[in-house]
């Protein structure tokens, strides 16, 4: 094995690495993805900012020349959620303002021209519920076709406000079906519908908000599907993202994802895309559903649909399989006028991301994890099944792109180094940046490429993995650095050169640390195979790979102190902590760190999302291949050899592994005289989110594993006494 250097030029000796700490990571501007203009000449992103000092976020919103370069300020605030480029000329947009005067939790929508920023904006509409996720076109009587999607009340389709709803005289809740709570959320009777309305062209502009509606109101796109089984809802999932609906070229027709209505969708993850006309003339019509030519095999979740330039195809990724949420997802073109559906590049060995059609209908672009980030890759829309995409990306991560008239592709991107990339490359791979964030922005000057390495080790099942390493402050290969052992969560997931603000490796290394992230069995982005292989083998084969990744380390890497090392992972990566505590890797560690993990196997019915225990441990806790493998792979059944100092992090809302996981593990801890630390937020789900639990967050982490990695003399006198 090698390990293999990201940029050679700056050897192996001496590296000028700056530090980022986690109050300037978490404060640090986080951008949104730029949004370019129909002529391509301008974008649009946003700036989100978070002031220890004052305790308060604030927004700004950017405008970017992308033939000069300049970046100047709109004068927007942060009552600006969304703008979409439509109008009568290039520069007119229409925007959300989440604030409504005259409606408590409403929202209102304007036009302006941004050719001309100082002007006041035109108020065009005022929406009586909390509207959101803004697609919008023009249309052939110069008109504006939008789609939004809210919370919209089960009985008769209408938008719904909490503001405004009436409060029940008591707070139960009941249930006889399950999947009765969603990530941190309890499932009421509301569900997420995708809404259409228009603007009409008049004397006055667009609209007449002193005459309400005058574009007609809101429409319910999806009320009219019917179902047996589950109720349709989109946009779908914990994050519903605008991205599961979209709206045609010339504003006709609604294409909008929606769980499989003849299902239960706690044991099954498929869904479907539905074609529906904008003005909900007609019921959704099924494109890849039941009754319609998708392959037969196809009936997995679907997602990332887009219309063709010309509106008449429609370009989608779907799985395989329907209780499977990591299978590959495929690429398919479906002919919406023939309902004929083709698949694209079929055998490709990645999953389709965001996809974006070339101007003229002949390419896909797709952005696609593989080896440790997430790349682009142009795909002609006629690929025959043995058609391999190439990347023209490098390995900084694309968080999201669009395709300009000139055929570049204006890629918003991240890194370990960087929060934020703006820049175009085109089929050659000829880029252009305008944006940097390492270079602009206070916070992370300093930081850069040679910050990251990669190595590659031998799995146990005799294949290549990658794990990435990420260097300290100034590190020097000649001095010897403590190791943080990193885990990612998932499984089906990886560590990467990704940014975040969750698990920043960066943060992490720079308390004085070489980090090593492997990406073990069930590891995504390095072909489907890797990731298939963890069913049934949560314990085996990832905790070998895990040992070998460490082994490979400590033998090859002389700038990494193994015998003062720590663990440390989140959910998976968390569960993974816990079995490793039960067995011989946990003796190479000091101290662990396990944030809403997995204690007991068992404890995993009490997700929502069942499909993914079913799969992941192949069948049910009560009969067939399954049951063993829930015994073989709990963590406490190894408590007797629990002995290593660990900080258990285990948060109130969190429904996709309930608190009493990371109590059950603590109990245990405590019980045994195992040094250990329980830290719970009541606010927070899976993930740590607001910006000062964050920061305390990592403040008593960091603490734990520096006292004992021997970096300070004691642990701090937080904890609540008894």
């Known amino acids: 094995m090698v390990t293999m250097r ?91 303002n989440g604030t409504n005067d005259h409606i408590p939790g409403g929202v209102t929508l304007y036009t302006a021209d941004l050719a001309d920023a100082s002007a006041a904006p035109t108020l065009v509409a005022s929406l009586p519920a909390p509207y959101s996720g803004l697609h919008a076109v023009n249309t052939a009587s110069g008109g504006i076709n939008f789609v939004l999607s809210c919370l919209a009340y089960g009985e008769n389709g209408t938008a719904y406000n909490e503001e405004l709803a009436p409060t029940p005289v008591n707070t139960g809740r009941l249930y006889d079906s399950i999947y009765v709570r969603h990530w941190d959320t309890w499932i009421t009777k509301e569900r997420y519908a995708v809404f259409g309305g228009s603007l009409s062209k008049n004397t006055s502009g667009y609209g007449n908000c002193s005459a309400g509606l005058s574009f007609g109101g809101m429409k319910n796109l999806v009320h009219a599907l019917e179902y047996n089984v589950t109720r349709p809802e989109s946009p779908v999932g914990s994050s519903f993202d605008a991205g599961d609906y979209d709206i045609s070229p010339d504003g006709s027709q609604v294409v909008f994802l929606t769980k499989a209505p003849e299902l239960p969708k706690a044991n099954f993850t498929a869904s479907y895309l539905y074609l529906v006309p904008h003005d909900g003339s007609s019921a959704p019509m099924a494109i890849n559903g039941p009754g319609s030519s998708a392959p037969a095999a196809a009936q997995g979740a679907s997602g990332g649909a887009e219309f063709s330039p010309d509106g008449r195809k429609l370009a989608y990724y779907q799985m395989d399989g329907g209780s499977y949420e990591s299978d590959r997802s495929k690429l398919y073109v479906a002919d919406l006028e023939t309902k004929e559906i083709t698949p694209v590049a079929a055998d490709w060995d990645r999953s389709a991301g965001s996809i974006r059609w070339s101007k003229d209908g002949s390419t896909l672009w797709v952005a696609a994890d593989s080896i440790g980030s997430t790349k682009l890759f142009p795909v002609p829309v006629d690929a025959a099944a043995d058609y391999e995409p190439a990347n023209i990306t490098d390995i900084t991560s694309v968080s999201d792109f669009y395709i300009l008239p000139s055929g570049e592709a204006l890629v918003s991107a991240n890194s370990v180094w960087a929060s934020y990339l703006l820049y175009t490359i085109n089929a050659d791979r000829e880029t252009k940046y305008f944006y940097k964030s390492n270079e602009e922005d206070a916070n992370l000057a300093g930081l850069g490429p040679e910050d990251v390495d990669f190595i590659w080790y031998e799995g146990t099942n005799g294949d290549q993995q990658q794990a990435i390493v990420v260097y300290p402050e100034d590190f020097n290969a000649s001095k010897v650095y403590d190791l943080v052992f990193y885990v990612h969560g998932g499984p089906q997931s990886y560590t990467g050169n990704t940014w975040s603000t969750r698990w920043n490796l960066k943060t992490w290394a720079d308390q004085g640390y070489v980090l090593v992230g492997p990406n073990p069995t069930g590891s995504t982005s390095y072909g489907q195979n890797l990731t298939d292989n963890i069913q049934a083998r949560w314990g085996s084969w990832p905790y070998e790979d895990l040992v070998n990744a460490h082994k490979y380390a400590c033998d090859n890497l002389p700038y990494v102190n193994c015998s003062n090392a720590v663990g440390a992972g989140a959910s998976y990566g968390g569960y993974m902590m816990n079995w490793i505590q039960g067995h011989d890797l946990g003796d190479q560690f000091k101290a662990l760190v396990c944030h809403d993990g997995v204690a ?13 225990t079913r799969h992941d441990f192949n069948g049910t806790i009560w009969e067939g291949p399954g049951r063993s493998n829930y015994v073989a792979w709990d963590p406490l059944t190894h408590a007797k050899n629990f002995s290593t100092p660990e900080f258990i992090v285990h948060n109130e809302l969190d429904y996709r592994l309930p608190v009493s996981e990371g109590l059950a593990m603590f109990n245990v801890l405590q019980t045994r005289g195992v040094p250990s630390r329980f830290l719970s937020f009541p606010d927070e789900n899976h993930w740590v989110l607001n910006q000062e639990n964050s920061l305390f967050w990592h403040q008593e982490i960091f603490n734990w594993i520096n006292y004992y990695t021997g970096k300070i003399e004691s642990l701090d006198g937080n904890a609540i006494q008894m």
């Open 6 to 96: 990201v940029t050679a030029a700056w050897g192996l000796l001496v590296q000028l690495a700056y530090s980022i700490t986690p109050e300037q990571m978490i404060s640090a501007p986080r951008y949104s993805a730029a949004s370019p203009n129909p002529s391509g000449e301008w974008a649009v992103f946003t700036s989100a900012n978070y002031s220890f000092e004052e305790h308060e976020s604030s927004t700004t919103w950017k405008l970017i020349n992308l033939v000069s370069g300049d970046i100047t300020d709109l004068p927007w605030g942060s009552e600006v959620s969304e703008a979409a480029w439509v109008g009568p000329t290039n520069t007119s947009v229409l925007y959300i």
């Open 600 to 612: 007991t196997t068992y404890a995993d019915w009490s997700t929502e999302e069942l499909w993914f």
